[in-house]
């Protein structure tokens, strides 16, 4: 028999088990007696019974999913409903509901970078931003982390359109890019700016109304926003935010919105009920980074190398990606569940481990996080 013309997988199976990078799922039970650290549900709003009535709510009125794509049978009236709400929130004219935020990132990138464009895109971007950017039509340029002059200058070697792209919260250190700054850099050379706040909606901002609100971009001309409704609102999906004239742009050319089943009900159901929640307690938001302020304090005077936090994010660095796994294992074996980051998810190949500062810890649960991590560590 000829031999398998996947047989190549088995050298790079064995190639991750030699660096240590052997990833494997782990199902959890529905009820788990873990302390939640490695989730992104910020304000604590996954299982929030306001939330999940809602979500059931919506899939008994609209059924279990949305039948077709956004275009033929896929838009309800909660959808619209949806981005209408979330645009008046976040302080843009506009939103495009997507069936995840890295839908949304690929449409963002690519419906808004083609044939002769320039994408400039920061070194620490997700890889949602990092797959747009290979799948537009746009030349790209990466720059240096966080750098407005380095944005500055790839911008000044182009002459035809242009947008910058970054996070506005890196996902593996929690840090806030300099939006200010870039959309200076931009507004100099006239390029648009796309921000992805996914780790900023619910978070950063007025009441967590996003990074780009705390800035002064919300609802400015050259700013697009795209969000993620899995991570502060406690559901699943994703949006854009921007112009009219932008949002118009993608429902007729964004492949991931054309050709995608829109997002079940259920899941707008939630996301809307979220945002109304915040709404009514936008207190939330500093909680989440009052969390995030003293679990990175404490870990610190444990004398653990933790990066400040921006937003709700905290890492916490590691030796190796094969001390990392086992850090975060023997955090699992003492009852709390930490993100494990390696090598290819960090871009600077620092392993770490990544805690979710949510809004509804207590007192308590911090002592114990901070008590089982450092003593897991020694």
Known sequence: MAESPFAWIDEQARARRRAGLVRTLRPRPADTPLLDLASNDYLGLARHPEITEAAARAARVWGGGATGSRLVTGSTELHAELERELAEFCGFESALVFS????????????????????????????????????????????????????????????????????????????AAPLTGLAGVCRESGAGLVVDDAHGLGVLGEGGRGAPHAAGLAGAADVVATVTLSKSFGSQGGAVLGPARVIEHLVNAARTFIFDTGLAPAAAGAALAALRLLRREPERAARARAVATELHTRLTAEGLEAVRPDAAVVSVRAPSPEQAVRWAADCREAGLAVGCFRPPSVPDGISRLRLTARADLTGGQIDRAVRVISEARR
Do not use: M
């Open 100 to 175: 995840s935020g890295y839908a949304a990132n690929l449409a963002a990138v690519t419906a808004l970078a083609p044939h002769g464009s320039l994408i400039v895109s920061d070194a620490g971007n997700h890889a949602s931003l990092i797959d747009g950017c290979r799948l537009a039509r746009g030349a790209t340029q990466v720059v240096a982390h966080a750098d407005p002059e380095a944005v500055r200058k790839a911008l000044g070697t182009h002459s035809g359109p242009a947008v910058v792209v970054s996070d506005t919260v890196f996902s593996v250190d929690g840090d």
